[in-house]
């Protein structure tokens, strides 16, 4: 089990580029896959895509190209950058980390969430 | 995109009752599902993953199970009380995957 912690600021003007940091701590990032996930308040859960250490990405195609999730091994962090925001940008951001066996992939630790409301 | 429908989207019960979730898929997800509970305020907790195996420390009284590549469910035989939370499934068969709306257990 690894220990997640998101950071960044928690509010970010319309149209402008959203920015979070995930730190891991408790085992190395440079051995699994990492992923972002948002909820809105009151809402469902969301995934916005995934990264492997070695930089390969996959995104969710409903963020249209917004979304850059990127890794730094030297800090054990990912980041995510999400750029063009409106309101309905406005979500709880967790990190987590995405491991597989022979039957799923599945997210099995997770970081605590940190709001991010776009507003003016 | 698989779309992935959960039912009920609320239910009432009882400490100790039996109850169960269901979460169909729009097409064939093979075993790639998971089912994580969500307390007010807090992150998800992956409780079944690969449709019913059952994650590391969680009780006992949850399980998973299928009834085709489709149908899923998730059963809690006796509710406690800190199982009245929010349930979400999950379909990882496709990249990046996606959640149900998940399903609310409330007090009766």
């Known amino acids: 089990q690894v220990q997640l912690q998101e950071s960044g600021p928690g509010l970010v003007k319309p149209s402008e580029t959203l920015s979070l940091t995930c730190t891991v701590s408790?085992?190395?990032?440079?051995?699994?896959?990492w992923s972002w996930i948002r909820q809105p308040p009151g809402k469902g859960l969301e995934c916005i895509g995934h990264i492997y250490y070695r930089g390969s990405t996959n995104y969710n195609p409903s963020l249209k190209s917004r979304a850059t999730i990127s890794v730094d091994t030297s800090k054990n962090q990912l980041s995510l950058e999400l750029s063009s925001v409106t309101a309905a940008d406005t979500a709880v951001y967790y990190c987590a980390r995405y491991s597989s066996d022979w039957y799923s992939y599945y997210f099995d630790d997770w970081g605590q969430g940190t709001l991010v409301t776009v507003s003016s | 995109d698989i779309q992935m429908t959960q039912s009920p989207s609320s239910l009432s019960a009882s400490v100790g009752d039996r109850v169960t979730i269901t979460c169909r898929a729009s097409?064939?997800?093979?075993?790639?599902l998971n089912w994580y509970q969500q307390k007010p305020g807090k992150a998800p907790n992956l409780l079944i993953h690969g449709t019913s195996y059952l994650q590391s420390g969680v009780p006992l009284r949850f399980s998973g199970g299928s009834v085709s590549g489709t149908n899923f469910t998730l059963t809690i035989s006796s509710l406690q009380p800190e199982d009245f939370v929010t349930y979400y499934c999950q379909q990882t068969f496709t990249t990046p995957g996606t959640f149900g709306q998940g399903t609310k257990v409330e007090v009766k």
């Open positions: 408790g085992g190395s990032i440079s051995s699994s896959y």
């Open positions: 097409q064939s997800i093979t075993t790639y």
